[in-house]
């Protein structure tokens, strides 16, 4: 890894032009940890695709002035739909890490989702953006531990920080299958851990026995169910969004155990592959939540248009995970503002040329399917 700079490169005016710059910034081993997919990446690759594939379909001469990108979320508004999603080991890929995302995405506006797997101290995240009154949402990032007293006491922590919501990953109970890492042998390097962890045991062993699967009848023996979903509604004050929904039943099942939020997500492409991509299977998850939660969406999102297409199909919301990722390698905060900025002028770019002056508009800007 090169030494950091904190100025965006020459030359770089795209979430694309940002990913091909940090493939130089990052090392073999991060590079295939952050930018990998399960399998053959066959569902990596459509999330971008999907969007592609969707047109959009501009009115003309209408009335734009005073036009904006604000949407309300949980109750709030907020001034623009994109939030930064939960990424593990920022660190790797600049020494500021998950500190310097929160700060970038204040300045601009968008929300952030803390992952459970930090490398520094949500506390720490929380302090520096607080304050701000322009910020955008901040959520914590939680995946349920088999230690129910940890999982508590961590919640606890993230509400004595600050934070806003929980947003609960349900799609991974598992890691996926992720070749590109395996051959990179990708380990963490010392001094970057999940630091919010720290204290967690892991969970004993269980041999599984002769003619037993060491995955089901071993690891998958504590996974959460829908169980643990109403345990925690119960423990805490903040709404809890599922993230990694993609069925309509799911959906349904979500707002019958407390749901206050639904996200859309196949993991950016990183657990089971040949998934479907998020934009496709995002219509019937709206049409199953009805509107008694907020839905947002994540995968393969890239440009303002993607993310216009993304309301358009029913969406309160989207967030970006690897691309502020790339900013972040590129340029520490600098670099993560400059993507997010990028996407919100594209957004405001899609809007105007497509006759929408605010985003409930969005659904008559997208073309008729065929």
Known sequence: MGEHVNAVPAGVVSLADHEAHARGRLDASAWAYFSGGAGDESTLRENLEAWRRLELLPRVLRPLAGGHTRVRLLGREWPHPILIAPMAYQRLAHPDGELAMAVAAAALGAGLVLSTQASAPL????RLV?????????WFQLYLQPDRGFTRELVARAEAAGYEALVVTVDAPVNGARDRERRAGFRLPPGIDA????GLSAPLARPPGPGRSALFDGLLADAPGW???????????????????????????????????IIVSNHGGRTLDTVPATARLLPAVVDAVAGASPVLVDGGIRRGTDVLKA???GADAVLI?????????NAGANGVAHVIRLLRD???????LTGIATLDQAADALAPAG
């Open 123 to 126: 506390a720490d995240v929380a």
């Open 130 to 138: 607080l304050a701000d009154a322009d910020r955008g949402p901040l």
């Open 195 to 198: 630091v919010n962890l720290r």
């Open 227 to 261: 169980d643990d979903i109403q345990w925690l509604r119960a423990r805490t004050r903040l709404p809890i969004l599922l993230k990694g929904i993609l069925r309509a039943d799911d959906a349904r099942q979500a707002i019958a155990a407390g749901a206050g939020g």
């Open 311 to 313: 309301l358009a199909l």
């Open 321 to 329: 995970g690897r691309p502020a990722l790339y900013g972040l390698a």
């Open 346 to 352: 594209e957004l405001e770019i899609a809007m105007a």
